[in-house]
């Protein structure tokens, strides 16, 4: 007997709903995490965002200190189209393996999250997310924002590479001859947009010295 199956479902029983695909149009769309915690830089966080809001699903979670820094800074995370989690929402879809999302980054990164995420301490909604993009084995990009590096820091970023995390450093290159903050910002804002594969034109690619 052969039976001929609706479009868009996978089950070899006729009758069952499991196996549905759905439209292809609804499954393009990629879906960030991105985590903002207690270092400065929040500038980075927010350049990336004007960027991954335009065409992604966004989730943002900020910390309480990367908000004390983002005042102090003058850097607004606010207004996004994006769906904000507080840090302690421990239930939030995106904290199961389950929920399927692209990536994550954290920017920037303290040295403490990055110390919890290298041990697997998911005491928060950041680390714990962190934490479901290693086990399983999404993009995770971790921006750290410390310096000088004690070996302490050096094993962790070891420690989390070894998971399968991208240790970035927000270490802006100068072959662009930038002329702002905004052009140093862009800098390490589109190395994090080319691991999340994500097409920009924030920076210029090296061609040469006579390009």
């Not at 110390?115 to 086990?135: E, F, H, M, P, S």
């Amino acid at each position: 007997m052969c039976f001929l199956l609706e479009p868009g479902i996978n089950s070899f029983y006729p009758e069952s709903d499991i196996g549905i695909t759905g439209r292809l149009e609804d499954t393009m769309e990629k879906e960030f995490v991105i985590g903002v915690t207690g270092a400065s830089g929040v500038c980075y966080a927010r350049r990336l965002l004007e960027v991954l809001c335009r065409d992604a699903k966004v989730h943002i979670i900020v910390s309480d200190v990367a908000k004390q820094i983002a005042a102090h800074e003058g850097v607004s995370l606010e207004g996004f189209n994006a769906t904000y989690h507080t840090i302690t929402r421990i239930s939030a879809p995106i904290a199961s393996g389950s929920n399927r999302f692209d990536g994550m980054v954290v920017i920037p990164c303290s040295a403490k999250t990055l110390a919890a995420i290298a041990t697997g301490y998911a005491d928060n909604l950041i680390t714990r997310t962190a934490d479901v993009c290693l086990k399983e084995h999404r993009t995770c990009i971790l921006v750290t924002r410390e310096t000088p590096l004690s070996k302490i820091h050096l094993r962790n970023m070891l420690a989390v590479e070894d998971a399968g995390a991208t240790i970035m450093p927000a270490c802006p290159g100068f072959y662009n001859n930038p002329e702002s903050i905004d052009d140093l910002v862009d800098m390490v804002v589109a190395r994090v947009l080319d691991h999340l594969d994500v097409e920009h034109t924030l920076a210029k690619r090296w061609s040469g010295y006579d390009a």
